[in-house]
Every structure is written in C-alpha cells, then in structure tokens.
C-alpha cells in the first residue's frame, strides 16, 4: 500500500511525522538510491527506503510507555551540554526506537509518554483534539481568586497570544491546572503574566493517562486504551 513517506517512517519506529520531515529536508533520507523529498511517498513492499545509510523497515510491534521525569533531565535524546537525558530511564534497547509525545523543561518533572506509534502522536500532538494535560503547580505566595479567573479566562503571554481557558482546582497550597495546548514553557509564563513565581511544577496526566504512583525516574508500559 502507497502511504506518505513520513507515516512509513513513524511507523517504522525511526521518529515522529514532525521529526521525519527534518531528517527528509536534511537530505539524510533515499528512496531506492534517490535523496527524498518532503512529498514523496512509497510502496513499503516495493521500495528501498534508507536512513542515514541504514535501510529502514517497518516495524509491527508498537511500543508505549509512560515515565516519571525527575527534575534536572532533559526532554532531548541528545544534548550538546551532555546534561541527562529522559531517553536514559527507558530500558536500552528501547531508547532508540521511541520517542516522546510532548516535552517537560529542565526544571519540571513528571508524566511523560514514549511511544512509535505515529497515529498516536499525531492525534495526542494536534490542537484541533484538544487533548487534556493536568499539572499540579505550587507557587510562592497564596494565589487570588481574581488570579485564577485570569488563568481560567485565559492569558496573553506573547504578542497577540492568548491561551485557550484552563481548568482551575485548589487544594492546600496545590493548583491543578489543565489545559489542551503546548505552547512552549507555557504554565510558566502564565503565572509568570500574573507574578506569581512557580516553586515546583509537575505533570501528572496526560488525557486519559494518569501518573498515578510511579516512582520518580521509574518507567511503566501501558496500553493505548490507557492513554485514548
């Protein structure tokens, strides 16, 4: 069957849609001897497709895991700084044929989703879904109740940028946020919009998928049903 050549390789475990358009418009893809291009789509049972000088072949068995980011890793498979990397708490012979739905900064820690499922990835990643993801945020001083409508209304955190409204719950000294976009850093440059300074800032669901009481640096498998 004739399928687009960046599902082919998210398929084939190798990266995201996303990621496979780099890797293409870095000329590190051939298709039957020739430098691809983002377009180009092949015939699995016909076609050579090769990666880096590797041929790549599609993969059956998918893969889905979820870990507990521990603060002070980073969301990169590789990093110039050498600083750890997430890809590090899977077990080996996995780090290099998943990837992560989403990312947590250096400082935040929590939930996040591997898999190579393509599928998933697209859908859990296009706004248009509106896929939740609740974190638990502890800040420096009490929070107004004129400070949370701001946060459930919505917040312009860059020019001409307003964030879609969050839901808002308060326990103790604990807000449980949720929202369904992934703009970059965005829980912290919300507070940061209504000076209010994060002390600590965890993920712990990611749609249906729940952290639950996974240890800190550990990893479970899970199931798609768990996270859709």
Known sequence: MIERLQKFF?????????????????????????IA???????????????????VRPTTELYYIAV?????????????????????LLPRELQSKVWSVGRLDFFTEGLLLFTNDGELTQQLAHPKYEHEKEYEVIVSKEIEEKDLDKLRKGIVIGENDLTQPAKIKVRGDKIYMTIHEGKK?????????????????????????????LPSGKHKFVEKSEII
């Open 10 to 34: 998210s398929n084939a475990g190798i990266a995201s849609r996303r990621g496979s358009e780099i890797l293409i418009e870095k000329g590190l893809v051939r298709i039957n001897g020739n």
């Open 37 to 55: 291009k983002l377009g180009d789509k092949v015939d699995p049972s016909k076609d050579q497709v090769t990666y880096d000088g590797k041929l």
């Open 68 to 88: 507990n980011k521990p603060k002070g890793y980073i969301s990169s498979r590789y990093d110039p700084k050498e600083r750890r990397s997430v890809y590090r």
């Open 185 to 213: 850093r965005q829980i912290r440059r919300m507070f940061d919009k209504i000076d209010y300074k994060i002390k600590n800032l965890k993920r712990i669901r990611i749609n249906k998928l729940e952290m639950g009481d």
